[in-house]
């Protein structure tokens, strides 16, 4: 099973890997050199062990790019403060399964709002707990690690849970997106776009590195060459 033709490969860099202190600067920097999305990391401290930030930030990455922005809330009840991140800029905004009593109404106060809405799977979730809103969802995102911390290894398990959505998505003919993030890089980005992903999150192999444009053409490279 690969990417299907009508679905382009998305390089979306997560700037949790990138220097705060510059953070636009950082931002239109990998703008620059090709990315396709940017990707906003939200964590609570709760929800995951780590506090990152909120909607003041996003509007401040906002104002460094015009790329999409791909909001990822790692925070418990997002139903509560979604909408400020669309307020703020968000494009696209991903909920966790393990966060959302209610998923299927969630992913509709995210089109609602304003924004395409992305369902969010941890490792240790299986595919089917988002088999029945497959027909309300824009995105799938795989998480590859234990969402948290940046620059871990990716989780093969995650493999079989992309080829499995991806098998999902394709017999029922929906438009929906297969995203994964966490330890994505030379390597293991061929390997999850041969499952079926086609939107790439990569921190530590795009900031992690001196050249920018060389690292995501790489990342491409390597994406397409699975895909072809
Ligand atoms: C982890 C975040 C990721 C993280 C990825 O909780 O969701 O987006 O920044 O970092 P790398 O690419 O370094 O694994
Ligand atoms: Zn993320």
């Known amino acids: 099973m690969s990417a299907t033709p009508n679905r382009p490969i998305r390089l979306a860099p997560s700037i949790l890997a990138s220097d705060f202190g510059r953070l636009a600067e950082e931002v239109a920097a990998v703008a620059e050199a090709g990315a396709d999305w940017i990707h906003v990391d939200v964590m609570d401290g709760h929800f995951v062990p780590n506090l990152t930030l909120g909607p003041v930030v996003v509007e401040a990455v906002r104002a460094a790019t015009s790329l999409p922005l791909d909001v990822h809330l790692m925070i418990e009840a997002p139903e509560r403060s979604l909408e400020s991140y669309i307020a703020a800029g968000a494009d696209r905004v991903g909920v966790h399964v393990e966060t959302c009593p209610h998923l299927h109404r969630t992913l509709a106060q995210i089109r ?8 969010v799977l941890n490792p240790s979730t299986p595919a089917a707990a988002v088999e029945p809103v497959l027909s309300e969802a824009d995105q799938v995102l795989v998480m590859s690690v234990n969402p948290g911390f940046g620059g871990q290894r990716f989780i093969e398990g995650s493999l079989p849970k992309i080829a499995q ?45 001196p050249d920018y444009a060389a690292a995501l053409a790489d990342l491409r490279k390597e994406a397409e060459g699975a895909t072809a």
Do not use: M, Q
């Open 112 to 119: 609602e709002a304003g924004a395409r809405n992305c369902v």
């Open 165 to 209: 959505l991806r098998r999902w998505i394709d017999e029922r003919e929906l438009d929906v997106e297969i995203e994964v993030d966490g330890g994505i890089g030379p390597g293991t980005i061929g390997r999850a776009a041969a499952a079926g992903a086609n939107v790439f999150v990569a921190g530590t192999a795009v900031f992690g590195k």
